[in-house]
Nanobody, 126 residues
Framework: QVQLVESGGGLVQAGGSLRLSCAASGRTFSSYAMGWFRQAPGKEREFAAAISWSGGTTRYADAVKGRFTISRDNAKNTVYLQMNSLKPEDTAVYYC???????????????????WGHGTQVTVSS
């Protein structure tokens, strides 16, 4: 069982940066691949980034590649999403999630993630 709590969202101007954090409870955090998803108003939840249990493998959606960086600190039970060069279209609620299987090839499928946080709002103004 893993409980996830996101933080770090807020209002930022286009071109700015934010760093999201996701704190996990539970002693098995280091065994889970982790992902960040986002959902804009009126749109479906979409994949943003994922990271393997060791941090050695990362994956990104094309829309954020080169601007976002996912990382994790297993000693702190925390996963991060550094977001740079933010655009208005990045505005969404951002969710972190724990994947109950290795990162594999299904990292972008939200149905493969068994635990979710409640989300943090990111708003990018133009």
């Amino acid at each position: 069982q893993v409980q996830l709590v996101e933080s770090g969202g807020g209002l930022v101007q286009a071109g700015g940066s934010l760093r999201l954090s996701c704190a996990a409870s539970g002693r098995t955090f280091s065994s889970y691949a982790m992902g960040w998803f986002r959902q804009a108003p009126g749109k479906e939840r979409e994949f943003a980034a994922a990271i393997s249990w060791s941090g050695g493998t990362t994956r990104y959606a094309d829309a954020v590649k080169g601007r976002f960086t996912i990382s994790r600190d297993n000693a702190k039970n925390t996963v991060y999403l550094q977001m740079n060069s933010l655009k208005p279209e990045d505005t969404a609620v951002y969710y972190c999630a724990a994947k109950t299987s290795p990162i594999g090839t299904t990292y972008s499928d939200y149905g493969r993630y068994g635990y979710w946080g409640h989300g943090t709002q990111v708003t990018v103004s133009s």
